[in-house]
């Protein structure tokens, strides 16, 4: 399945071409894909800069933010 590699990138990607903020922010779980993604994210360069728990019954999430360009 290695037509698969590098889809998520190149869909990210696209969806922040063009746009004129200077940064994008996301909230990630840790354990999704027992911390794979987390770590997914933080190849692509988005930061740790803090925690987030909308509600009593969701998980924690890690807010996590990077430059556009």
């Known amino acids: 399945m290695a037509w698969h590699r590098g889809t998520a990138r190149r ?5 922040l071409a063009g746009r004129d903020e200077q940064y994008v922010t996301l ?3 840790e354990a999704a894909g027992d911390g794979k993604v987390h770590e997914l994210y933080r190849s692509w ?4 800069i803090g925690h987030s728990q ?4 969701s998980p924690r999430l890690t807010v996590m933010i990077r430059r556009t360009r």
Do not use: E, F
Request: hydrophobic residues 30%; proline residues 12%.
């Open 27 to 29: 909230m990630v779980n």
């Open 11 to 15: 869909i990210h990607d696209t969806l």
């Open 45 to 48: 360069g988005y930061k740790d």
């Open 54 to 57: 909308p509600s009593p019954a």
